[in-house]
């Protein structure tokens, strides 16, 4: 019997075309890569290769960016991208073995149509799908849904708990061995094992079964990325991944003591929890080297562009009306992502940054934890917070696509697999399986 | 310059293990296809060999099938399948030609989304999606929606108009050549080529824009298969292609002139929308071999499932307290379909059939035209309503998949290619050039 040695998990977080702000400037950069399947289809392919355990696509129901008017839009080079669940489902069909991972909010969408496509992309990936539960944080996307401004943050949230309690009662609606195909007796399926689910809560009644027989991972994995404490309390009672982002260990290590002494007040295995921040890794054979390549993307950056992002950061608080090099004002509580501005005004504060350094100071890693180096030096950063109770593994967000994939894959990670940190092969054929998660029982195993 | 020759359109309704209700228990019959991405795959590659203009999916959100309890429930083959778009989209990069339609609500969705996800397939389907719209038909789908009936069949229809203009006005939010991807000066379209919808209506209110670049086909292809008076009142104003049942030819005739004329009273040209009736091919080398295939189908419909067909078809009105080999009663109005409704109570009138009579003439075509014999007696049967102002096409309903679709593959479409009726090859590359249905104008190009 062989212990098995605790090993990093990883994420690619594509956003084409790379998630630095300026990166669709850079002569790298496929410009139009956001609605290119063959661009996709390669990223893919290249991070199976390098043996992730999953890709992940972020979302929004709408352009988020913030603009005063078309003109002020036209310089953001993200306005447009493929929905995720339809390339993800061709992106199954693409792949062997990786994780595919998709946002979709609870906010704007019922759950019956959330349940039956996350089990359908899960069935078309035999086990391979994910879902990053949002409850959404802008006006913006309100407003393409019957609303002027969004819902508010505690509302939302209660919202999205009733919304998982359908969704996973969906998913139940068919024991794994329901299904007979017995074509002599005329017998499909075995009628004591199916459930109709029969909800009636708060915001919705929902009848059920699921049209799907149970997935192959009885439920998609859950994923969540919310950090007040209202979303991490969600996160303690649902999800399986908790996507956060901090600057420094001893922010992570608060919070990740913090989520999973959560989840076990809400009675579930720590374990079955991995927390996973957001690394922004620029790569170079020396230090310098990634410092230049940093500096050309910082260089692309457009002011109007840096302002919008810096407002959408604080949740739609508006900064452009306050001078560009003074400090960060008072700000008004958001609606919004309330742990995402609060951690800007005390970067701000803390570290005594103008509007303008500040938004440059998040154009690239955009609140998440930037590694700059070489290969050696940026596997020594992730193995520091993965041994001292920062991080379960990452979600690794290169700044230009595809370049950034192919150097992670290709420095970084055969550099953790030397170290006997990361996985050389992948063992299972399931994201559970790659995550070291265990598959929920169904509604008729239940104790 | 030669003259185009008016060409038959061919749909392949896909849906395993074939539209016989009994075809699941059919020896050859994968009954668990629905769940079968290899299956459906093999199916479209087989219906792109021979020269389909599309595959079509329908749908139903939930279990639509009648039943009293789960026993009931478990005699039917059909209770599971994968979403549409999901499918679909899997489909789209594993094909090169075919058209994609699939079946989405207004009643049930966001016009947003629907935008979205659709414009999406387009986009990795190179300008092949097409959009059945429906309103439902069901109760049970609405008790997954919170609500415990439908909405009424009116009302359905007012909502499905206003979802029309949204999301046709979200598909032309940005210009076809909006996009610049100016790396040198920072613009990554133009801001004179982007048009923001704010629509403000009675059931929705959606600014936009959609976040993707307009489709490749401008708008998906729109299908529309309600056939009341406000059915084809709404199929005249939006469809591009028509799909309904009839037995008759004369019944044909006058559904073709009339949608055609009230196409016409909409502004439209009346070449710009396509009518497809069902067709359920019964295909031998004799007639014998034909009746003998269907006899073996029919033998194996369970009365269980013959009555709730029946149920089904009739919009939600049960007759099982009625006696099995007496007349059908005089019926409730539905909120269902109406036109379906009328269809079969039409049929056991002017027919003089039992209820049992009645579910069985429906088990295998459900109101769809039955065409038995030889390739050459289908193929005079199929250029018969061709030619005479019955159909521009047909959506071709296998019985049995996949050898229903094998057969009409090998046999039917090269007797129906001798005859000139069929390409013998794809010219365009989209379901739009397949149809010849032009491509709409966007915004800006609008005279
Ligand atoms: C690392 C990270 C990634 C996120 N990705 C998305 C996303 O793709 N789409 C989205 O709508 N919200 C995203 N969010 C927002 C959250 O999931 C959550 O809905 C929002 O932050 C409000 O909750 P909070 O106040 O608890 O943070 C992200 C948040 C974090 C911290
Ligand atoms: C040939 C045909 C196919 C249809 N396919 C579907 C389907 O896949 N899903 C669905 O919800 N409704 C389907 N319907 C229902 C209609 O699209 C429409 O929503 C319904 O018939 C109500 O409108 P009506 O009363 O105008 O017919 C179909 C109807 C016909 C005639």
């Known amino acids: 019997m062989k212990t098995q040695r605790r090993m990093i998990r990883l994420g690619a977080f594509l956003v084409a075309p790379g998630y630095h702000i300026g990166a669709w400037r850079h002569p790298h950069a496929h410009a139009d890569g956001g609605l290119d399947f063959g661009h996709y289809r390669d990223l893919v392919q290249t991070a199976e290769r390098g043996k992730f355990d999953m890709v992940f696509l972020s979302d929004g129901l709408g352009v988020r960016t913030p603009y005063r008017d078309e003109e002020e839009l036209s310089h953001w080079g993200r306005s447009v991208q493929f929905e995720p669940l339809t390339l993800l489902s061709a992106l199954a069909v693409s792949t062997e073995r990786i994780g595919l991972a998709a ?21 078309l990936s035999a086990g391979r799908s994910g879902w990053n539960v949002v409850t959404s944080v802008t006006d913006a996307e309100a407003r393409n849904f019957n609303r002027q401004t969004q819902l508010d943050h505690a509302s939302r949230y209660h919202r999205a708990r009733e919304f998982m309690e359908v969704v996973t009662g969906l998913w139940d609606s068919w024991e794994d061995d329901a299904f007979l195909y017995d074509k002599e007796a005329g017998r499909f399926f075995d009628p004591d094992k199916l459930h ?29 990325a919310g950090a007040s404490a209202d979303g991490q309390d969600f996160a303690a009672q649902w999800a399986e991944v908790v996507f956060t982002a901090h600057q420094r260990l001893d922010q992570a290590q608060a919070f990740y003591r913090s989520v999973k002494e959560q989840v076990v007040e809400h009675g579930r295995d720590p374990e ?40 959408w950061l604080l949740g739609d608080v508006d900064v452009s009306g ?25 970067k701000a504060r803390s570290e005594g940054l103008t509007i303008r350094e500040l938004y440059h100071s998040v154009s690239g890693g955009r609140g998440h934890r930037i590694v700059m180096g070489t290969p050696e030096s940026i596997a020594d950063e992730l193995e520091e917070w993965f041994v001292n109770g920062g991080a379960d593994g990452f979600n690794v967000m290169p700044p230009l696509l595809p370049d950034g994939l192919d150097e992670f894959v290709g420095l970084v990670i055969p550099e953790l697999q030397r170290r006997g940190l990361f996985r050389t092969e992948y063992e299972g054929t399931t994201l559970r399986e790659h995550l070291g998660l265990n598959r929920p029982r169904g509604a008729g195993q239940r104790p």
């Open 196 to 224: 109709i689910l029969k909800h009636q809560g708060q915001h919705f009644s929902v009848h059920g079964p699921l049209n799907l027989s149970r997935a192959p991972q009885g439920h998609p994995v859950i994923i969540q």
């Open 103 to 123: 946002t979709a909010s609870t906010t704007y969408h019922e759950p019956f149509n959330i349940a039956r496509q996350f089990a359908s992309l899960d069935h």
């Open 322 to 346: 306050y001078p560009l090099d003074g400090p960060l004002p008072e700000l008004p509580t958001t609606e919004g992502s309330i742990s995402r501005q609060q951690l800007l005004y005390e």
């Open 272 to 311: 079955q929890v991995k927390i996973m921040p957001g690394v922004f890794p620029v790569i170079g054979r020396t230090r310098a080297e990634a410092e230049d390549k940093y500096a050309v993307l910082q260089d692309l950056v457009d002011p109007v562009v840096g302002l919008g992002l810096l407002t």
